[in-house]
C-alpha cells in the first residue's frame, strides 16, 4: 500500500536547490520503495501524509511555521535532520575526512550558530580529529570571512570548508564567494545530502513513523 511521503524543505527561488530536493526525493524513493514527494514552506500538504522536515536546527521554521502546516493540513510529522544533531554531526565529519587532503585548517560551516547549539556540540567534539578545526557561520557571530582572515594572519595556505547545509543553492554560493575573496586555497566539501546515507537516513526515518 502506497503511502503519502513528504519531505518539506525551505525552499528557494534558485533552481539548483529545487533540482538537489527533487533529486533527494528520487534517492529516498529507491531506498524507501515506496512514493516520496516534495514540498516547501507555504505549499498545502495532502491530509493523512506522513512529513519529513528538512531542517537543521530548531529555528522559527521548525517551531512555529512547520507545525502551523502540521495542524492545517492533518498531516503527520517525523522529526527530520533537525532532531538528530549527533547523526548530522558525524556526516559532517565523514564527509569532511573523505574531502581533506593536505588541509591542517577544517571549518564546519553553518548558516546561523544562535540556533545550533546542540549541533555545535556534536561538531565541536568530532572536530578535535583535525589539527586546526573551527565552527563557523555565515551569518552572525563568529562568521566564516573572520575565522579565514585569522588564519590568513596565522600564515595558513590551505583550507577546508566543509558545509554543514543540507542542500547547494544561495548560501553556497555565498560561501564561495567568501572563499574566494579570502586569497587562501580553500576547497569546499559537498552539502549533507549529497553523503551517500543521507537518502537512506531519510528513508529510515518513514519506516521507524509506521
Known amino acids: ?44 500538504l495532502p491530509q493523512g501524509a506522513k512529513v519529513v522536515p528538512l531542517f537543521l536546527t530548531q529555528g522559527q521554521h521548525l517551531e512555529k511555521d512547520v507545525p502551523a502546516m502540521a495542524e ?7 522529526a527530520g535532520p533537525a532532531g538528530f544533531p549527533a547523526a548530522m554531526a558525524e556526516m559532517a565529519l565523514e564527509m569532511a575526512v573523505a574531502q581533506r587532503q593536505k588541509q591542517r585548517a ?29 565552527i563557523a557561520a555565515l551569518h552572525g557571530q563568529c562568521d566564516v570571512a573572520s575565522v579565514l582572515r ?18 547547494p543553492g544561495h548560501s553556497m554560493d555565498a560561501l564561495a564567494a ?4 579570502s586569497g587562501l586555497e580553500v576547497r569546499i566539501g559537498p552539502v549533507l545530502s549529497e553523503h551517500p546515507g543521507f537518502a537512506a537516513w531519510l528513508a529510515g526515518r518513514f519506516r521507524e513513523s509506521a
Open 1 to 44: 500500500m502506497c503511502e503519502l511521503n513528504i519531505l518539506l524543505s525551505h525552499g528557494s527561488p534558485n533552481d539548483v536547490h529545487r533540482q538537489a530536493v527533487e533529486s533527494l526525493c528520487l534517492r529516498v524513493k529507491q531506498a524507501l520503495g515506496d512514493e516520496i514527494q516534495a514540498a516547501f514552506l507555504g505549499d498545502a
Open 72 to 78: 492545517a493540513s492533518g498531516v503527520q510529522l517525523i
Open 106 to 134: 577544517v571549518m564546519f560551516a553553518l548558516y546561523r550558530l544562535n540556533v545550533a547549539e546542540a549541533l555545535m556540540a556534536e561538531l565541536y567534539e568530532r572536530s578535535k580529529k583535525f589539527p586546526l578545526p573551527a
Open 150 to 167: 585569522l588564519w590568513q594572519a596565522e600564515d595558513i595556505k590551505d583550507v577546508l570548508i566543509q558545509p554543514v547545509l543540507l542542500f
Open 178 to 181: 567568501v572563499a574566494k575573496s
